[in-house]
């Protein structure tokens, strides 16, 4: 599903497609603040967006082979809750 597919679906539970866009955004947005400022968000039942990070590490350089240093950085990592996993599995 992608972005506009799922401002859509959003929009049946609104008066406006217009609404449910801005709600859609109100909350990637929120979210995003939240993580970049290190924090993490826990919407109980359904799962929490937190960042975690990855080390530096070795790679290899996909059409030559070389090895190459990958830099430290930070991603964010989302864990499903457990309402979220029920209503996925059944």
Do not use: C
């Not at 679906?9 to 406006?16: I, L």
């Not at 801005?22 to 929490?48: H, P």
């Not at 996909?62 to 309402?83: D, L, Y």
């Amino acid at each position: 599903m992608t972005k506009s597919e799922f401002v859509d679906r959003v929009a049946s539970k609104f008066d406006s497609k217009r609404e449910a866009e801005d709600a859609v955004e109100a909350v990637i947005g929120t979210i995003q603040d939240v993580l970049r400022s290190g924090g993490e968000v826990n919407l109980t039942g359904f799962g929490k967006f937190h960042v975690a990070q990855r080390g530096a590490r070795q790679g290899k350089h996909p059409r030559t082979g070389e090895t190459i240093q990958i830099a430290a950085s930070r991603v964010p990592r989302f864990s499903a809750g457990s309402k979220l996993k029920q209503a996925v599995n059944g």
